[in-house]
């Protein structure tokens, strides 16, 4: 992506030297990867990082932007379109995940969580469950990462939008807050109404299925570019979620 973005615009201008002249790039490709990955990690000030590495801030951002475009083509994480690798169980479970961010000039209204009493950007992240060998931990990987929606935006909502497409047969599950859609959900208890034992049982198994799809957003959220107030501009938020998802599966996938 990032290479076709500079060959067009090189085929817009004229070239006056031959590529490779100019001033030589100050850090090497390996200290500009450790500069990412530090900045998705830590998620201090471009200025704190900049002073680490002997770059001033404009160096930073351009490395930071570069980078993670690149590791978008690398780690190719879809935004609806789910493939079940023959190391994966054959099941998919659905979840939003939220992440505060500035207060917006202007339509303030749309980005603000009730849920969380701030404003935000949502984004659903569909995860499966590798199979595992005897003594084995049980690892989580992310499959695909919607593109965000504004925080009023409900659950479903974002789902419905993402036009989500698994193999047929794979059952896909959700929490409560997928009711209406065709996701496997919590049986909710009906109004003056109790739940049967047999409900109750079914929704304490699939409490117990989904909560990898937790596991995996919270370790996704080890990475604190995803998890403090994000500072930076929201167009590039789903391309940083992508990368963070591929951060985890080579991590922990």
Request: aromatic letters at 6%; a positive charge.
């Amino acid at each position: 992506m990032w290479l076709a973005r500079k060959a067009k615009q090189s085929a817009n201008r004229p070239r006056q030297r031959k590529p490779g002249a100019g001033r030589k790039a100050k850090l090497r490709l390996a200290d500009r990867l450790l500069l990412t990955r530090l900045y998705y990690r830590a998620y201090i000030t471009q200025e704190f990082v900049g002073f680490l590495f002997g770059v001033d801030k404009g160096t930073v951002s351009r490395k930071v932007q570069e980078l993670s475009l690149c590791m978008t083509g690398v780690f190719r994480i879809p935004e609806n379109k789910v493939r079940i690798d023959p190391g994966d169980l054959e099941a998919v479970f659905v979840d939003a995940t939220e992440q505060p961010v500035n207060r917006p000039t202007r339509g303030q209204r749309r980005s603000y969580s009730g849920k969380k009493k701030r404003h935000t950007v949502k984004h659903h992240v569909v995860v499966t469950r590798a199979r595992k060998g005897p003594g084995e931990k049980q690892k989580v990987r992310i499959k695909a990462v919607s593109k965000g929606a504004k925080g009023r935006v409900r659950d479903k909502k974002v789902y419905d939008r993402s036009r989500l497409q698994v193999p047929e047969g794979v059952p896909k599950s959700g929490d409560s807050g997928y009711q209406g859609s065709h996701l496997r959900v919590p049986k909710k208890k009906p109004r003056k109404g109790q739940l049967s034992d047999e409900q109750r049982h079914a929704n304490r198994r699939l409490a117990k299925e989904r909560i990898v799809a937790e596991h995996g957003i919270g370790k996704m959220k080890i990475w604190r570019i995803a998890s403090d107030r994000y500072r930076n501009p929201l167009r590039r938020h789903t391309v940083m979620m992508k990368n963070v998802a591929g951060l985890h599966n080579r991590v922990y996938g």
